[in-house]
């Protein structure tokens, strides 16, 4: 009897230990943040590891764990904002906002933007890109327009001394590079995010105000119009599939094309990758005297779920605040969505740099409603079908249309 009681009493007391133990375990002293992207090259990655490195020595309250999510980088997101276990700060792609905008799941920043930020500093067409009911629910990190390269011995071999300035110069000049220095004069990526700046020129829209696809409108093919007859007729233009290669930098860049027109993102990989490649930028070319490229952008956007969402926003207004873009932008890998910022890294004056700054204020942004995929992919499958030859233009985007207005009708 007297060991059950003093066992009892050992345990007892043994309990009380712990409890009391745990209780003065020292408690965090600071807040851990997740925030999600998808990843980038190296140098990207490396530069991203060290600004967030700074901002935990400014803000060592806030500790951030950082997940890159390489692989169906939205399908992932969607799910864990569904599921409530999404991160509290993640990228999103302006094509995809509208429809998170419109879901109730992100955390609308209105209320945590001072006077300070100088809300007023970033481009107005990027941030209008993650604006909805009158709520900014994202802030663009970064941006790229598109801007016309051009190979400078291939122009010199045709006596070509300027870059073309309107459509009609850069078809004739085309037909003047092919077949000499390069197989073909220009480089061609038909998919709608490069394609959308043309349709407008003529008046033609990709959606209308329901969200509907209308880009078979007659106005909307005089745009594509140009890019078939290029193709086809010229015989001037080439897919980077044509020529065996990946993307419409590296056809350039291995001088199978003696011009293309493509963002920011090629210059530090064609200086790294063909150091010997001489190559200019240009403005791109006007369509029906009208100028006009795309823009590009991602914004930082905090999940409504968060439990930390003073944290996030500390984190949301340094890495797009003056300093931390600035820190972002410096290596010239994009380019900073804060006109100071711009100005202070002197890009607007930059030799390369400078015609993709001064085509935002023209740009067409990379979005077409809430149903992202379904207009981009219909527009994609039956617009490339038209480039070969195996159905008319205009056949080839009704039935683009069509198709991807019955699959919304589906979905809503």
């Given at each position: 009897m007297k060991k059950s009681f003093w066992r009892f009493w050992g345990i007892v007391i043994a309990i009380a230990i712990t409890i009391i133990s745990c209780h003065s375990l020292p408690k965090?002293?600071?807040?851990?943040?997740?925030?999600?992207?998808w990843g980038g090259s190296p140098v990207e990655q490396k530069l991203l590891t060290q600004v967030l490195q700074d901002f935990e020595a400014e803000h060592p309250q806030i500790k951030v764990k950082y997940?890159?999510?390489?692989?169906?980088?939205?399908?992932?997101?969607?799910?864990?904002?569904?599921?409530?276990?999404?991160?509290?700060?993640?990228?999103?792609?302006?094509?995809?906002?509208?429809?998170?905008?419109?879901?109730?799941?992100?955390?609308?920043?209105?209320?945590?933007?001072?006077?300070?930020?100088?809300l007023a500093d970033f481009e107005p067409t990027l941030l209008n890109s993650f604006k909805y009911q009158n709520y900014i629910y994202g802030l663009p990190k970064d941006y790229s327009t598109l801007a016309l390269f051009y190979n400078k011995k291939a122009f010199a071999a045709a006596g070509l001394n300027t870059p073309p300035t309107t459509w009609d110069e850069l078809r004739t000049y085309s037909k003047q590079l092919t077949g000499k220095l390069n197989r073909y004069g220009f480089g061609e990526m038909p998919e709608l995010a490069r394609q959308m700046y043309k349709i407008k020129a003529f008046g033609g829209q990709v959606i209308d105000a329901n969200g509907d696809?209308?880009?078979?409108?007659?106005?909307?093919?005089?745009?594509?119009?140009?890019?078939?007859?290029?193709?086809?007729?010229?015989?001037?233009?080439?897919?980077?599939?044509?020529?065996?290669?990946?993307?419409?930098?590296?056809?350039?860049?291995?001088?199978?094309?003696?011009?293309?027109?493509?963002?920011?993102?090629?210059?530090?990989?064609?200086?790294?990758?063909?150091?010997?490649?001489?190559?200019?930028?240009a403005e791109v070319p006007t369509i029906n005297n009208k100028k006009g490229t795309m823009v590009y952008t991602v914004a930082y956007v905090m999940s409504k779920q968060s439990k930390h969402k003073a944290e996030a926003w500390e984190l949301i207004s340094y890495l797009t605040g003056k300093a931390g873009m600035q820190k972002w932008t410096g290596k010239g890998l994009a380019l900073p969505t804060r006109?100071?910022?711009?100005?202070?890294?002197?890009?607007?004056?930059?030799?390369?740099?400078s015609p993709l700054v001064a085509g935002v204020n023209y740009a067409t942004p990379l979005q077409v409603g809430k149903h992202p995929a379904t207009i981009v992919n219909n527009f994609d499958n039956q617009f490339i079908s038209a480039?070969?030859?195996?159905?008319?233009?205009?056949?080839?985007?009704?039935r683009a249309q069509n198709e991807a207005n019955q699959q919304i009708r589906a979905m809503e």
């Open positions: 965090p002293n600071h807040v851990t943040i997740k925030l999600s992207g997940e890159v999510i390489s692989d169906q980088y939205m399908d992932v997101m969607k799910t864990r904002l569904v599921g409530e276990a999404a991160p509290d700060v993640f990228y999103l792609d302006a094509l995809e906002a509208p429809f998170l905008m419109s879901q109730n799941v992100l955390e609308p920043l209105n209320n945590y933007i001072t006077p300070k930020f100088d696809a209308v880009f078979a409108s007659q106005q909307a093919l005089q745009g594509l119009q140009l890019v078939i007859d290029q193709y086809r007729q010229d015989r001037s233009s080439a897919q980077k599939s044509d020529v065996g290669t990946n993307s419409g930098s590296e056809m350039f860049g291995q001088g199978k094309v003696a011009m293309v027109i493509e963002g920011n993102w090629s210059i530090p990989y064609l200086q790294e990758t063909f150091p010997e490649l001489e190559f200019a930028t006109q100071s910022v711009a100005e202070k890294l002197g890009y607007d004056q930059d030799v390369l740099r480039l070969l030859g195996q159905q008319t233009l205009k056949q080839a985007m009704l």
